[in-house]
Nanobody, 118 residues
Framework: QVQLVESGGGLVQPGGSLRLSCAAS??????MGWYRQAPGKQRELVAA???????NYANSVKGRFTISRDNAKNTVYLQMNSLKPEDTAVYYC??????????????WGQGIQVTVSS
Protein backbone atom coordinates (compact mmCIF):
# COMPACT_ATOMS: atom_id res chain seq x y z
CA GLN A 1 0.00 0.00 0.00
CA VAL A 2 1.14 3.53 -0.75
CA GLN A 3 1.74 5.69 2.32
CA LEU A 4 2.65 9.37 2.35
CA VAL A 5 3.99 10.71 5.63
CA GLU A 6 4.28 14.47 5.99
CA SER A 7 6.35 16.38 8.50
CA GLY A 8 7.84 19.80 9.15
CA GLY A 9 4.82 22.03 9.56
CA GLY A 10 4.13 24.37 12.41
CA LEU A 11 4.03 28.00 13.43
CA VAL A 12 6.50 30.51 12.06
CA GLN A 13 6.76 34.29 12.07
CA PRO A 14 6.45 36.31 8.87
CA GLY A 15 9.73 36.27 7.02
CA GLY A 16 10.71 32.96 8.54
CA SER A 17 11.30 29.58 6.97
CA LEU A 18 10.02 26.04 7.19
CA ARG A 19 10.84 22.85 5.36
CA LEU A 20 8.14 20.31 4.68
CA SER A 21 8.98 16.70 4.00
CA CYS A 22 6.88 13.93 2.51
CA ALA A 23 8.17 10.40 2.60
CA ALA A 24 6.39 7.99 0.29
CA SER A 25 6.35 4.25 0.14
CA UNK A 26 5.30 1.83 -2.54
CA UNK A 27 7.12 2.97 -5.66
CA UNK A 28 8.90 5.76 -7.47
CA UNK A 29 6.32 8.36 -8.49
CA UNK A 30 6.20 10.21 -11.78
CA UNK A 31 5.29 13.50 -10.12
CA MET A 32 5.35 14.58 -6.51
CA GLY A 33 4.16 17.89 -5.21
CA TRP A 34 2.52 20.01 -2.60
CA TYR A 35 -0.95 21.50 -2.56
CA ARG A 36 -2.43 23.80 0.03
CA GLN A 37 -5.86 24.85 1.13
CA ALA A 38 -6.56 27.95 3.18
CA PRO A 39 -9.87 28.59 4.95
CA GLY A 40 -12.53 29.61 2.46
CA LYS A 41 -10.33 28.91 -0.53
CA GLN A 42 -9.92 26.10 -3.03
CA ARG A 43 -7.05 23.69 -2.83
CA GLU A 44 -4.26 24.93 -5.06
CA LEU A 45 -1.04 23.53 -6.41
CA VAL A 46 1.96 25.05 -4.69
CA ALA A 47 4.79 23.21 -6.40
CA ALA A 48 5.46 19.98 -8.22
CA UNK A 49 8.49 18.07 -9.38
CA UNK A 50 8.96 15.19 -11.77
CA UNK A 51 11.17 12.19 -11.22
CA UNK A 52 13.70 13.83 -13.53
CA UNK A 53 13.78 17.07 -11.57
CA UNK A 54 11.60 19.41 -13.63
CA UNK A 55 9.68 21.81 -11.40
CA ASN A 56 6.60 23.97 -11.50
CA TYR A 57 5.47 26.61 -9.01
CA ALA A 58 2.42 28.66 -8.29
CA ASN A 59 3.02 32.31 -9.10
CA SER A 60 2.40 33.27 -5.49
CA VAL A 61 5.41 31.29 -4.25
CA LYS A 62 7.92 31.74 -7.06
CA GLY A 63 11.21 32.98 -5.75
CA ARG A 64 10.36 32.02 -2.18
CA PHE A 65 9.69 28.28 -2.22
CA THR A 66 11.87 25.50 -3.58
CA ILE A 67 10.73 21.96 -4.22
CA SER A 68 13.16 19.07 -4.41
CA ARG A 69 13.11 15.31 -4.21
CA ASP A 70 15.38 12.47 -3.30
CA ASN A 71 14.45 9.53 -5.47
CA ALA A 72 16.57 7.12 -3.47
CA LYS A 73 14.59 8.00 -0.35
CA ASN A 74 11.34 8.50 -2.27
CA THR A 75 10.92 11.79 -0.45
CA VAL A 76 9.87 15.22 -1.63
CA TYR A 77 10.72 18.45 0.18
CA LEU A 78 9.36 21.95 0.13
CA GLN A 79 11.68 24.64 1.41
CA MET A 80 9.61 27.69 2.25
CA ASN A 81 11.42 30.97 2.78
CA SER A 82 10.20 34.53 3.31
CA LEU A 83 6.91 33.21 4.55
CA LYS A 84 3.89 35.47 4.54
CA PRO A 85 0.64 35.30 6.51
CA GLU A 86 -1.16 34.42 3.28
CA ASP A 87 0.88 31.22 3.13
CA THR A 88 -1.09 29.95 6.10
CA ALA A 89 -2.90 26.80 5.04
CA VAL A 90 -3.05 23.07 5.35
CA TYR A 91 -0.43 21.63 3.04
CA TYR A 92 -1.01 18.28 1.36
CA CYS A 93 1.58 16.05 -0.20
CA UNK A 94 0.59 14.55 -3.53
CA UNK A 95 2.16 11.72 -5.46
CA UNK A 96 1.15 10.71 -8.95
CA UNK A 97 2.11 7.77 -11.08
CA UNK A 98 1.42 7.36 -14.77
CA UNK A 99 1.47 3.86 -16.20
CA UNK A 100 0.72 2.48 -19.61
CA UNK A 101 -1.56 -0.30 -18.43
CA UNK A 102 -3.35 1.35 -15.50
CA UNK A 103 -3.41 5.05 -16.31
CA UNK A 104 -2.99 7.74 -13.68
CA UNK A 105 -3.15 7.19 -9.93
CA UNK A 106 -3.02 9.89 -7.26
CA UNK A 107 -2.10 9.50 -3.63
CA TRP A 108 -2.47 12.07 -0.86
CA GLY A 109 -1.05 12.75 2.54
CA GLN A 110 -3.26 13.65 5.47
CA GLY A 111 -2.28 17.31 5.41
CA ILE A 112 -0.06 19.35 7.68
CA GLN A 113 -0.74 22.79 9.11
CA VAL A 114 1.49 25.74 8.31
CA THR A 115 0.69 28.93 10.19
CA VAL A 116 2.52 32.18 9.52
CA SER A 117 1.78 34.71 12.22
CA SER A 118 3.53 37.06 14.58
Amino acid sequence: QVQLVESGGGLVQPGGSLRLSCAASGRLFTIMGWYRQAPGKQRELVAAITSRGSTNYANSVKGRFTISRDNAKNTVYLQMNSLKPEDTAVYYCNARVLTVVAGTSDYWGQGIQVTVSS
